[in-house]
């Protein structure tokens, strides 16, 4: 007979400041069951965007469902507001529009690649994530005026252009953290210690993260295929250098090289927009009130982000439903803990990059 124990992790924990619980129980340290409960915070969003508030005011509101998604939720939103009224956006916007949404997931990625270093005890490597995400954050403060709830996106385009004088300080520090980057990368390669952490720990086989349609960097960590950005066509991904990339491991390294090697691709995206921005409007005004319905999928830094609005031609949505990815990526988690070590639990929770902000709202 084992040493068996009832661990709770959460709500809040030093390794996990989220408002979701774990109750693990374990046999010898060995995880043997494990129950979830996410349901901490309601804050009635939802509710209030098709009860309350005006259609185009939904897409300020949207954002605060969570500070470091804020782009994403705001695009998301404005995209499938755009399908029901069959508009479609100026070239120039939506060039803006990946130009904020990549740097958002850069600054997003860096700061999920720090928690999960910190999980590791590499306090040195933290420092130095968080030391150049700054350069990100003054990057996006300056194309979009604000640090946090950027509110970029408008129906019709974008509510700020990119003038000569912000194009010059973006490159600037863009350049500074490129270089940042491929150094940050060598390290994720090379480094003995996060290799003997990470590798190896958390393997999600493919035909689990099949199974329970895993999403984001979790599900190509694990050989899955799957980016919105590559069936995306409300904006000029293809065009801009998009690239999927996939790692087989299933690990945490390999969830860890996904979002390092996004960094990347997502640099070269940023730097086709800022050579190659077409000229003209970057916002127009949009006519007519939202009748039927439509749906965007837009890839989130932590995956596949689902908005589904339905209107009757008036100002108020009739409904607005959002699914997140980490609502995709929870069933995954809870399987995956079955048989781990509990000593790994908190790293193999923060290489998802859970966001209960998004999930429970």
């Known amino acids: 007979m084992g040493n068996k124990m009832i661990v709770p992790f959460g709500s809040q924990h030093v390794a996990l400041p989220e408002p979701v619980r774990f109750v693990f ?65 100026p070239k120039r916007a939506k060039y803006l529009r990946v130009l904020a949404h990549e740097l958002d997931r850069i600054h997003s990625h860096l ?15 933290v420092m130095y994530l968080f030391r150049d995400r700054e350069l990100v954050m003054e990057c996006l403060e300056l194309l979009t005026g604000n640090r946090v709830q950027f509110d970029y996106g408008c129906i019709g385009g974008v509510n700020r252009d990119l003038t000569p004088e912000v194009e010059k300080e973006l490159r600037k520090k863009l350049k500074k953290l490129e270089e940042r980057l491929f150094w940050f990368r060598d390290v994720y390669l090379n480094d003995y210690t996060l290799n003997l952490r990470w590798k190896g720990v958390g393997v ?16 190509r960590g694990s050989g899955v295929r799957t ?39 997502s640099m070269r995206m940023i730097w086709n927009v800022l050579d190659g921005l077409p000229e003209g409007n970057y ?15 837009w890839e989130a830094p932590r995956g596949e982000l689902f908005y589904h609005v339905r ?18 990526n929870i069933p995954v988690l809870k399987e995956l803990f079955i048989g781990a070590n509990y000593a790994d639990v908190p790293a193999i929770i923060i290489s998802f990059d859970p966001c209960l902000s998004c999930t429970a709202r």
């Open 25 to 89: 129980e374990t046999e010898n340290e060995i995880i043997t069951n494990v129950e979830v409960d996410v349901g901490y915070v309601h804050r009635g969003i939802e509710k209030a965007c098709q009860t309350k508030i005006g259609y185009k005011q939904v897409a300020y509101v949207v954002p605060r469902i969570c500070g470091l998604c804020s782009i994403s939720h705001n695009m998301a939103y404005i995209i499938a507001i755009e399908k029901l009224l069959e508009f479609e956006a």
């Open 227 to 265: 980016d919105a950005r590559a069936e995306f066509d409300a904006l000029p991904y293809r065009e801009l250098g998009f690239e999927m990339v996939v790692y087989e491991d299933g690990d945490i390294w390999a969830r860890n090289m996904v979002r390092m090697d996004e960094l990347l691709i």
């Open 283 to 297: 916002k127009e005004n949009v006519k007519g009130m939202p009748k039927g319905e439509a749906v965007c999928r």
């Open 111 to 125: 700061f999920a690649m720090a928690h999960v270093a910190e999980a590791a005890g590499y306090e040195n490597l």
């Open 204 to 219: 999600i086989p493919k035909e689990m993260a099949e199974k329970y349609n895993a999403a984001g960097p979790v599900a």
């Open 311 to 328: 209107g009757d031609g008036k100002q108020i949505l009739t409904r607005m439903r959002v699914k997140t990815p980490t609502f995709s």
